[in-house]
């Protein structure tokens, strides 16, 4: 089963910093996916990844395959940008292949 | 496209009661995939279903149960609640060219008193 691990588990910043939350995961994966969770509850997908880098506005997502590690990075952080952000590593299969790590709880001061 | 929806939002019951929880996928998407999420576990894998039928089943005891109904709908009920059933329960769809991209709806907040 694969173990996936996210760094850090709380991140308090001031508007306008750089900002990067890691994953690393125990077992090869097909894909990565990058997810954020507004208070409240409510999930949406950010970037899905199987090689190399994405970029979305001021997100963008990079992974690397041989060592198992994935980056997203946040330029010009916002307010608006706080949020828990999760990772998930799938290996395969159904959703049962979707294996989540913890989450970072992001918080970005004015 | 709407999106996701879960029905109801938020829900209070008592120990031993039992719940039954709604979600409505995307249009056109017939997998359903349910999740419980809670601050120490995280999110973590409870079913999935695809044309009315258990596709996958995470490590939960039998309490917890679900169906998918021929439009897709499917429901998760939790019988015998125990506190610990307190969580954000998230239903997802996906398509079937996709499994791995999963649309998550606004999830049920389970309160168990």
């Known amino acids: 089963k694969n173990e996936v691990e996210q760094s850090p588990q709380n991140l308090t910043a001031q508007e306008g910093e750089f900002i990067t939350i890691n994953c690393s995961y125990s077992?090869?994966?097909?894909?990565l996916h990058w997810l954020q969770q507004h208070p409240g509850g409510g999930i949406v997908s950010l970037f899905m990844?199987?090689?190399g880098k994405k970029k979305h506005g001021r997100l963008i997502a990079t992974i690397n395959i041989q060592e198992k590690h994935s980056s997203l990075h946040i330029t010009a952080s916002h307010p608006r940008d706080s949020a828990v952000y999760i990772c998930?590593?799938?290996?395969?299969?159904?959703?049962?292949?979707?294996?989540f790590g913890k989450g970072t709880h992001l918080i970005i001061q004015p | 496209k709407a999106g996701v929806t879960q029905t109801p939002r938020y829900l209070i019951k008592t120990r031993g009661q039992q719940v039954t929880l709604s979600c409505s996928p995307i249009?056109?998407?017939?997998?359903v995939s349910w999740y419980q999420q809670t601050p120490g576990q995280g999110l973590q894998f409870l079913f999935e279903?695809?044309?009315?039928?258990?596709?996958n089943k995470g490590n939960f005891p039998g309490r917890f149960s679900g169906r998918q109904f021929s439009n897709s709908r499917s429901e998760m009920n939790v019988s015998t609640l125990e506190l610990g059933d307190s969580a954000l329960y998230l239903c997802?769809?996906?398509?079937?060219?996709?499994?791995?991209?999963?649309?998550f709806g606004p999830g049920t907040r389970l309160t168990v008193l």
């Open positions: 997802a769809s996906s398509s079937l060219t996709s499994p791995n991209e999963q649309f």
């Open positions: 077992v090869g994966i097909s894909a």
């Open positions: 990844l199987s090689s």
């Open positions: 998930a590593a799938y290996s395969g299969g159904g959703a049962d292949g979707l294996t």
């Open positions: 249009s056109g998407h017939r997998s």
């Open positions: 279903y695809f044309s009315e039928t258990q596709r």
